[in-house]
């Protein structure tokens, strides 16, 4: 039994705010639960924190905060894995999840959650039963979503040679207007994957985990017909609109190189109060793979005030923004090097002039680096689906296009200073 769910967006505005009990005496729950997060040192906060007598249990999905309450002594495992499903049917019913697309289906959201829970109580959180009661169609943005592949192409599944999907077809809800589902005609398989990697100082591999799921996705027109997947050993057949084929997880031994190693160098001239961080960042992707959407994150110490900058390639980005250095890449080549000379006054910090700059002590605050990306056409744990076989009852076309999609994802890469 849950209290109360809200989303925020990263900066802990409030998107959704549902109260199912009414058992929040006059508080902003909502403003209480960031103020919590981010007054806890460190990057990673608990996923379960606990204030008076109310329990906060969330998970951050596309850069939001999916948060339930509840003062009732209830497993936290089964809300993380309530706040895992309703982040899925939210990405599936909205076409994906972002900060923009919940503000635009507010009133769909709401809908969702109204059947999805009951004064707090679980009712249902499968596809088929609530599609038959969802009534509110989505409003489709156009962001750029970790499935939105058409300018890197995919695989067809039974040729195994590149294909491009349509623009849309990767951010469209699974229940669109009568006229578009009439129009469509389409089965997706995805392989998503995300990586979790610490990295100690002097590069030696500390954790390295990844945990992968298997989603089958229909748009076939009558919603029917039998579905089959197969890849080194197994097979599955569903008749489902949206199903979570499998799960999986790998650790410690991955059959393939990190996708990137980062090589700092620390100057730190305590008389000056000038810092000088160069970051050299490797690729060991293969060379026609590549990754997008890099960004690293570089904490510094508090009282920077300047930043003077040499990047390598005129297409990236880098600022001070919130206490950290945020280095922006688009787009990083397998097999390519890419490195940034940043320059930083810290008066705050400086001392007796004289002192020369020095690598071994830097000054306190300063990292560890984390990096987040993704991987399209690529998984970290060598899984490749090798075939996808519909069998179609007599509804529609019988011919419909069927997409396998790879992705990896950073959840967690953490490289210490």
Not at 58 to 71: C, F, K, N, P, Q
Not at 312 to 336: F, I, M, N, T, Y
């Amino acid at each position: 039994m849950i209290s109360q769910f809200f989303i925020l967006s990263s900066k802990g505005d409030p998107l959704i705010y549902k109260d199912f009990r009414g058992d929040s005496d006059g508080r902003d729950v909502a403003e209480l639960f960031y103020r919590k997060l981010t007054g806890l040192p460190g990057d990673e906060s608990p996923v379960v924190m606990h204030h008076d007598d109310r329990h906060f249990i969330h998970i951050r999905h596309s850069g939001l905060y999916l948060v339930a309450t509840t003062s009732e002594n209830v497993s936290p495992f089964s809300l993380l894995e309530l706040l895992s499903r309703l982040a899925t049917l939210l990405g599936d019913y909205c076409g994906s999840l972002g900060q923009e697309t919940i503000s635009r289906n507010v009133a769909l959201v709401y809908e969702l959650l109204d059947e999805v829970l009951d004064y707090g109580y679980i009712q249902t959180t499968s596809m088929e039963m609530l599609r038959n009661f969802i009534q509110t169609e989505a409003v489709v943005s156009k962001p750029f979503s970790l499935f939105d592949l058409s300018s890197v192409g995919l695989f067809g599944a039974e040729t195994q040679q590149s294909k491009v999907a349509p623009s849309s077809a990767a951010s469209r809800p699974v229940l669109s207007s009568h006229s578009d589902q009439n129009q469509k005609n389409e089965v997706f398989l995805d392989v998503v994957e995300r990586l979790s990697v610490l990295i100690a100082s002097n590069g030696s591999l500390l954790k390295v985990d990844v945990q992968g799921e298997i989603r089958l996705k229909s748009f076939l027109p009558c919603g029917s017909g039998e579905k089959s997947a197969g890849w080194t050993q197994g097979w599955v057949a569903t008749s489902s609109l949206v199903l979570t084929v499998m799960r999986y997880q790998l650790s410690d031994d991955l059959p393939s190189p990190l996708p990137f190693r980062l090589f700092p160098s620390v100057q730190w001239d305590r008389g000056l109060g000038r810092l000088q961080v160069y970051l050299k960042l490797r690729c060991d992707l293969p060379p026609k793979s590549q990754a997008l959407n890099v960004r690293l994150y570089f904490p510094l110490p508090r009282g920077v005030v300047s930043l003077s900058q040499e990047l390598s390639s005129p297409d990236q980005k880098a600022e001070l923004r919130e206490g950290a250095l945020h280095w922006d890449l688009p787009r990083v080549q397998g097999g390519s090097q890419l490195s940034g000379l940043f320059q930083m006054d810290v008066p705050g910090l400086s001392g007796t002039p004289g002192h020369g700059p020095s690598t071994s002590a830097p000054p306190l605050g300063l990292g560890p680096a984390s990096l987040s990306f993704e991987l399209p056409r690529h998984t970290c744990s060598g899984l490749q689906v090798r075939f996808l076989r519909l069998t179609l009852r007599s509804c529609g076309n019988a011919n419909p296009h069927k997409w396998v999609r790879h992705l990896s994802h950073s959840d967690a890469y953490v490289i210490r200073i």
